[in-house]
């Protein structure tokens, strides 16, 4: 059975080329950060300081998947 992800938030501070997002964890950790394939379209709405739901396994601390923006009240 799969190890459920571990979610959390983070802020794009810029772009890797060519398909990821460095992106910034709340303890200032810098990783990359992807788009799966279904949610491709967000890729326009994504730029630098804009806050983003992520999933990160438990083995692999170094990238995870952006699965939404956060929408600030």
């Known amino acids: 059975m799969p190890e459920a ?4 938030i983070g802020i794009i501070r810029g772009r890797i080329p060519p398909n990821a997002f460095d992106v910034e964890l709340p303890n200032g950790k810098r990783i990359a950060g992807h788009l799966p394939q279904r949610l491709a379209d967000l890729e326009t709405q994504l730029s630098e300081e804009k806050r983003v739901d992520l999933e990160m396994t438990p083995y692999d601390f170094e990238k995870a998947r952006i699965v939404g923006i956060v929408q600030d009240a």
């Open 5 to 8: 992800p571990i979610t959390t």
